[in-house]
């Protein structure tokens, strides 16, 4: 079973999918000494987060660990680290960027629930909600299989 000192979700722009991953698994590791953190592929410079993923995440008491988003760059990408991107589309953009990764998957393969998470941008917050349960949904299953064996 590999072992991860990090874990990195990565999305387009790093404004709401992967701030919501990150938040949720922050929240199902507290009790473990593991680096989890969110980046975005194309962030030409820091953006404030989206308010309407920040609400949600509110709702469910939650808090983003950041205010801005951050560019995924070459010193992010480690052996000890397993980066989840939230589509097959930006998995790839990472792999042709970066082609030393080692350990990529879309959170819905790692989960084992393959698919994509799209993009809830324009909708209602009850869009966003959902998409805020998808991504729960999916990085609950991505931590079973994380920790798998762990005692």
């Known amino acids: 079973m590999e072992r991860y ?8 722009d790093n404004t709401c999918r992967s701030i919501i991953a990150e938040a949720v698994m922050r929240n199902v590791c507290r009790e473990r ?5 969110s980046r975005g592929l194309v ?11 920040v609400a949600v995440l509110a709702g469910n008491q939650m808090t983003p660990a950041k205010e801005m988003s951050e ?6 990408i480690t052996g000890e680290t397993l980066i989840l991107a939230m589509t097959a589309h930006e ?15 879309t959170l ?11 993009v809830p941008h324009g909708g ?7 998409c805020c349960e998808y ?9 079973e299989r994380l920790f798998r064996g762990d005692k």
């Open 108 to 118: 819905g393969d790692y989960a084992g629930t393959p698919g994509d998470v799209e």
């Open 43 to 53: 962030v030409l410079f820091p953006e404030p987060l989206n308010p309407k993923a």
């Open 5 to 12: 000192e990090r874990i990195l979700f990565v999305c387009m």
């Open 71 to 76: 560019p995924l760059e070459e010193e992010d």
């Open 135 to 143: 991504i729960d949904l999916l990085v609950k299953l991505a931590a």
């Open 33 to 37: 000494k593991l680096q989890i953190a």
């Open 91 to 105: 998995r790839e953009m990472i792999r042709e960027r970066f082609p030393q990764v080692q350990h990529l998957y």
């Open 124 to 130: 209602s917050l009850a869009d966003y909600g959902a």
